[in-house]
């Protein structure tokens, strides 16, 4: 992913390392926290930052020991797989990554994780791994990045892929189409919003039983990641901000409800939040091109597979904000707007509080991590 490196470079960073010692020869990372999570991730980057900031030229191994830790969901660890991935193929280090972790429902992908190939500082051992970063389908792993230059038959041929995949594994018929749809269309919006390439991984758990009721349950565990100058909602905003007088009449309800938010902005509910909710909108989009009309149907396929789910846990990062996916925030009304609060107004409401959240970390692009529990046939 040659954009990757901004997760780097639009790190703001202390002076001093906060948890890295320079040993024998080797440069190690001592991780803190038992829960591996965004935090965690932010403590790794300032001292990458520091790292690269005080020793540009030494590329002395690097050893990332993060003990007996819990990975707080699996974007978290992808994150990490992508901070290996940068500083093994944009900075040349060697990494070595040093963990014993306890797996849930959650996280269980891990085992199928390219992180288990950096447990020594062998150059096979890297090609390797930058191999398996980005392409892999093993067992119960699909993973794939995408090139900025594939077109629609190509997210065609992956939506395919990934519906055969879970199909394989058992996954519920029900779920499989919304599943992939819900995969491919984020892709999609990243060639829209940020013309980026696009990282896709998919995860399926062995099955779990539940003492009170009957049946097996699968965790099925998204993560989507685009790295971009552009935030999720830059492209709308610089539209709107450019009016021309070609929008049509769903434009002008964005202005008008815009208006009325700017009332609600403060410290919890901001404009960039406005402007990411706003990109959900059906029939909205950010691009200048005509083919693209935006609108997609991918919070009312996410609302879906919640309410399916036993269990859900569904996000997005943009910059420093997150957005909390919630099914009963979810249902469109009459006029196909989203209102992502009780009263499911979108022109004169605010969202509910809980949607949005301060970011860990800054993510430059979109990251979105998705998981459902979900009852397999």
């Excluded at 403060?266 to 402007?275: A, G, M, P, S």
Aim: glycine share 6%; proline share 2%.
């Amino acid at each position: 992913m040659e954009d990757a490196k901004l997760l780097l470079a639009k790190k703001k960073a202390g002076r001093n390392f906060k948890n890295t010692t320079i040993q024998k020869g080797y440069i190690i990372y001592h991780n803190r926290d038992r829960v591996f999570n965004g935090f965690s991730i932010d403590n790794l980057l300032s001292d990458i930052h520091v790292l690269r900031k005080r020793y540009p030229k030494i590329k002395m191994p690097i050893i990332i020991n993060l003990g007996q830790i819990e990975f707080a969901d699996k974007l978290t660890y992808v994150f990490l797989e992508i901070i290996c991935y940068i500083l093994i193929k944009e900075y040349g280090y060697p990494v070595v990554v040093e963990f014993k972790c306890k797996h849930n429902i959650w996280i269980e992908g891990i085992s199928s994780s390219p992180l288990l190939l950096l447990n020594n500082t062998n150059k096979k051992s890297m090609y390797k791994y930058l191999e398996k970063f980005e392409s892999d389908i093993y067992k119960k792993h699909y993973r794939k990045v995408m090139g900025k230059n594939e077109d629609k038959e190509d997210l065609s041929k992956r939506m395919d892929d990934i519906a055969y995949f879970l199909k394989y594994l058992g996954v519920n018929e029900d779920c499989i189409d919304e599943l992939s749809e819900v995969t491919i269309e984020l892709a999609g919006n990243a060639w829209e919003h940020a013309e980026a390439e696009c990282l896709i991984d998919v995860d399926v758990t062995e099955p779990y039983l539940r003492e009170d009721t009957e049946g097996r349950y699968f965790g099925i565990n998204i993560s989507v990641v685009n790295f971009s100058e552009k935030l999720l909602g830059d492209a709308l905003k610089d539209k709107m901000q450019n009016w021309n007088g070609v929008h049509t009449e769903r434009y002008k309800v964005v202005e008008k409800a815009h208006k009325n938010h700017s009332n609600f902005f403060d410290e919890l509910y901001t404009e960039e939040d406005f402007y990411n909710i706003a990109s959900f909108q059906h029939k909205i989009s950010g691009s200048m091109r005509k083919d693209l009309t935006g609108g997609t149907g991918l919070t009312k396929l996410i609302s879906s597979l919640e309410k399916r789910s036993d269990s859900h846990r569904c996000y997005l990062i943009s910059g420093n904000r997150a957005v909390w996916f919630y099914h009963q925030y979810l249902e469109y009304d009459k006029e196909g707007w989203l209102g992502f609060n009780d009263e499911n107004d979108f022109l004169n409401r605010r969202p509910a509080n809980g949607v949005f959240t301060q970011g860990t970390i800054y993510m430059p692009g979109t990251a979105y991590n998705l998981n459902f529990v979900i009852k397999g046939d």
